[in-house]
């Protein structure tokens, strides 16, 4: 059975940062992409980051971008995504997924999904 697990979410202040991790677990994910999504209260799931399997592929919501890091460990099945200067619109339960491809995880059409993890950002 596939689980992914998130971990790191929590509550910080404006300005500081967060590292979340997701450990896959249940089978391998050999030439899969990962990633993150979000969801804030009352807002519809959006993209986040993701990563292809080697890391050469990394896209970025824009609204991350140069904020946010993603990276990942394939000996570990574990994604990675490093949140800096974290701002109050950041607040949302962050999702980890697996996809065939970073396309299809921009898409938002995953394999899998993780249960969430809160992030609050206070003002």
């Known amino acids: 059975q596939v689980q992914l697990a998130e971990s790191g979410g929590g509550l910080v202040q404006a300005g500081g940062s967060l590292r979340l991790s997701c450990a896959a677990s249940?089978?391998?994910?050999?030439?899969?992409?990962m990633g993150w999504f979000r969801q804030a209260p009352g807002k519809e799931r959006e993209f986040v980051a993701a990563i292809s399997w080697l890391g050469d592929r990394t896209p970025y919501a824009d609204s991350v971008s140069g904020r946010f890091t993603i990276s990942r460990d394939n000996a570990k099945n574990t994604v990675y995504l490093q949140m800096n200067s974290l701002k109050p619109e950041d607040t949302a339960v962050y999702y980890c997924?697996?996809?065939?491809?970073?396309?299809?995880?921009?898409?938002?059409?995953?394999?899998?999904w993780g249960q969430g993890t809160q992030v609050t950002v206070s003002s």
């Open positions: 997924a697996v996809a065939s491809d970073t396309a299809n995880m921009v898409g938002g059409r995953a394999s899998y």
């Open positions: 249940g089978r391998t994910f050999n030439n899969y992409a």
